[in-house]
């Protein structure tokens, strides 16, 4: 379309023109700026007021906000000067408007800040607003006829399509075809007018007699929803947009609720030329009564039908493909305009461009509605029952914003809701934990309607494993949150309170438990784990305040408290494939003092040793640098140097395994093995003394049980570090060792010693 109406303007293409309608507006600079501010009450308050007033010709006003910080529970609200006419925006209908307002007739504006209870921060920047100009612009005519036979007309399915900026406007209809049956009904107009909507309005009232607009209630306009808009805009017979509109903020409405009326999209063409066909639109018109003065330029006194609806009669000219051809008058604003046989009511195609003059030469062109893209999106976004409605048809839902969805049209599915008031229309998603920690799943932002989450672990049908469920926790939108496997698969519904329907985003995050400083896991000493870092932001403390400057990502967070005054060790060595680094802190999270780290000592993992004081707590922090993949790791923890050295010596068969941490307030077990007869165990010094080939004697016997199994703990005596002793067992009721008569009546086993060495 860019090119054809560049050609236009070149001279190359004088007779053919895209029915879009020349600027009515203007942007104004006008700075409007509340600062910040907080709200201490238990209820929300009004903390900010101010006036938008430009010059008394203007007729008409849309506020633009540059900027605004509106917290939970606070709202712009905007007052018109002339009329009383009021808008309330929050953050979500704030995005959904543009960062704008509806249209407000009248030169003054007054704006209020209204602060959430508790809210700290809210404040608006207003940069420039978009208002009436106060000298119309004339485009040029394009009748079919040498007169204006145009009429005033009110089909509730046929809208104004403002724009700020650019064009003033165009118009657009609600559409639907056999097939339609759901609870919405989607726009359709004009290829160049869809790819810049901002506005449709109904219920337009009459214009001034200056030409300039008057705008319905706020009740009557709605926001184009820019990210549904879909279309082409290639030239004659390609040129369609089709797209939906968010409630109104006012009445919650959606269009085709409030309008209650859609036009039938026609299953065929008309087989005969000459078929009367009505187009319906909002064009430029500057006569109170038909005339063939001037129509199509409002310039003068007689404005009052200027950019309302209304209909004309003409003859259908015949089809090539998706072109339809018509003789209809169409002035400027008629763009994405219904052609409908006017028998019947359905629409043939969609107006786009005119090479019409008074002198009865030229012809109306518009996109023919058995498009078949433009067909299938009428039918897709009109249809019932969205293919998500139950469990079996469960959309994948990305990690991630995803969206816009929608449960129009959806039925309440089993098993019954454990939350919310009454709540239905349902839609279901599933998704394969993407980490192992918490996974969480909000509609908080871009969603129209009040919402409930329920989250089930495993598959569709019964048993179902509930995991969760959630109302009303950011504002009307929801967050649900469960502790979850890698790997493991899941199941997320979206219902509607009180059977509420719209459209919603979804966000999807998997982050480790211990993402934290706060949320640090408790080690213990020797492996822990596995634990994965997929998932986990970057909670680092800054360059300056890390004990090595390293630029890291996906760190978790670990907790040890030392028993001892000793050497403690963490390390990734053989516990994992990921390319670790390791950070050593101690104090608490708001105020870390860094220590040490550790980075790649043992190939790509790490160790890290400090000397530790007993009783302190120590944070570990686990990362990866940027140009390394997160995944699952283990930690060894060492608080001491000790060491278990095994001495040969036994015999017959007599096995000692020996366990725990050979350091300070360690605690240490030994135990035999094979359930012995008659066993023994002792501790003392090393010794080697021979008794009977090939047993030994490994450990003086200065402390003896009689059991098979020994567990002490060490002192957190520092005199002790370096400290050596001997354990070692025996079965005085064996079947094999030291031969009777030796050491026993019976043969005696006896098990190797066990040297500890106390670190």
């Not at 207003?126 to 000298?135: A, F, K, S």
């Not at 065929?268 to 009564?289: E, M, S």
């Not at 305009?337 to 359905?346: K, Y």
């Not at 009783?615 to 699952?632: C, E, K």
Request: hydrophobic share 40%; with cysteine; glycine share 12%.
């Amino acid at each position: 379309m860019f090119a054809v109406r560049l050609l236009c303007v070149l001279g190359l293409i004088s007779s053919l023109s895209a029915e879009v309608d020349p600027p009515e507006g203007q942007w104004m600079p006008y700075a409007l700026r509340s600062g910040a501010h907080d709200n201490a009450s238990a209820a929300p308050a009004v903390v900010y007021q101010g006036v938008v007033a430009l010059a008394p010709s203007v007729p008409w006003v849309r506020v633009h906000f540059a900027a605004a910080q509106l917290p939970s529970g606070s709202l712009l609200r905007l007052r018109s000067f002339r009329d009383g006419e009021v808008q309330e925006l929050d953050a979500q209908r704030l995005r959904e408007w543009g960062q704008g307002s509806a249209f407000f007739n009248g030169h003054a504006v007054i704006v209020e800040l209204v602060a959430g209870a508790g809210a700290r921060g809210a404040a608006f920047e207003i940069e420039q607003v978009w208002c009436g100009r106060t000298e119309p612009v004339a485009p040029p005519e394009r009748l079919c006829t040498p007169s204006d036979t145009r009429v005033p007309s009110a089909d509730p399915a046929v809208g104004r399509l403002l724009y700020s900026g650019l064009t003033t406007g165009c118009t657009a209809f609600l559409a639907e075809t056999a097939a339609s049956n759901g609870a919405s009904r989607p726009f359709v107009t004009s290829g160049s007018c869809g790819s810049s909507a901002h506005v449709v309005q109904f219920n337009v009232p009459a214009s001034n007699a200056d030409c300039s607009l008057v705008h319905p209630p706020v009740a009557d306009q709605y926001a184009v929803d820019t990210a549904s808009v879909v279309g082409a805009n290639n030239g004659i017979g390609d040129s369609y947009s089709v797209f939906l509109c968010f409630p109104n903020a006012t009445s919650g409405l959606t269009p085709y609720q409030a309008q209650g009326a859609a036009l039938r999209l026609a299953p065929a063409l008309p087989t005969v030329v000459g078929t009367v066909v009505r187009l319906i639109g909002f064009a430029v018109d500057g006569n109170d009564v038909n005339s063939v003065a001037d129509p199509c330029n409002c310039a003068g006194i007689y404005g009052a039908r200027n950019r309302v609806q209304q209909s004309d009669l003409g003859p259908f000219q015949g089809a090539v493909g998706n072109e339809v051809s018509h003789r209809v008058s169409s002035c400027s604003g008629t763009g994405g305009a219904p052609i409908l046989v006017d028998a019947t009511s359905e629409v043939i195609g969609v107006h786009t461009h005119t090479s019409c003059q008074i002198t009865g030469a030229g012809r109306g062109i518009a996109t023919s509605t058995l498009h078949p893209s433009l067909r299938q999106l009428v039918e897709t976004l009109s249809r019932t029952t969205p293919g998500n409605d139950e469990c079996a048809g469960a959309v994948t839902l990305p990690e991630g914003i995803s969206g816009p969805y929608t449960n129009l049209g959806a039925t309440l599915s089993s098993p019954s809701w454990t939350c919310g008031s009454a709540t239905g229309a349902d839609v279901w998603f599933r998704f394969v934990a993407p980490c192992s920690g918490g996974a969480i799943v909000n509609t908080c932002a871009n969603t129209d309607f009040d919402t409930v989450v329920e989250y089930f672990r495993g598959g569709c049908g019964a048993p179902w494993v509930r995991a969760g469920c959630s109302d009303d926790f950011c504002g009307t939108g929801s967050v649900l949150g469960m502790v979850v496997t890698r790997g493991e698969e899941c199941l997320v519904r979206v219902g509607g309170k009180n059977g509420a329907v719209g459209r919603f985003q979804l966000e999807l995050t998997c982050r480790p438990l211990n993402d934290a400083c706060t949320e640090a896991f408790e080690l213990r000493e020797g492996w822990n784990g596995p634990y994965d870092n997929r998932g986990a932001l970057h909670h680092a403390p800054p360059l300056a305040q890390q004990p090595c400057p390293y630029f890291l990502m996906f760190d978790t967070w670990f907790r040890y408290t030392a028993r001892c005054d000793a050497d403690l060790t963490f390390e990734t060595c053989g516990g994992t494939t990921v390319d670790t680094l390791l950070h050593v802190y101690r104090g608490d999270c708001a105020n870390l003092i860094p220590l040490t780290c550790g980075v790649d000592e043992c190939g790509r993992q790490s160790r890290a040793t400090l000397r530790a004081e007993g009783g302190v707590t120590y944070y570990l922090m686990v990362a990866v640098q940027p140009s390394a993949q997160p995944g699952d790791f283990q930690i060894l923890v060492t608080e001491g140097r000790g060491t278990f050295t095994t001495e040969a010596g036994g015999c017959g068969g007599l096995a000692l395994q020996t366990t725990g941490s050979p350091n300070l307030g360690g605690t240490v077990r030994c135990e035999l093995q094979s359930a012995p007869s008659a066993p023994f165990l002792w501790v003392g010094l090393p010794i080697a003394l021979p008794l009977c080939a090939p047993c030994t004697l490994r450990a003086t016997p200065e402390v003896v049980i009689g059991a098979s199994v020994l567990q002490a703990t060490i002192p957190c005596d520092a005199s002790l570090l370096g400290g050596q002793l001997s354990v070692q067992g025996a079965d005085f009721a064996a079947a094999a060792g030291c031969p009777p008569g030796v050491l026993s009546p019976l043969p005696v086993a006896f098990s190797d010693g066990v040297r500890i060495t106390i670190g």
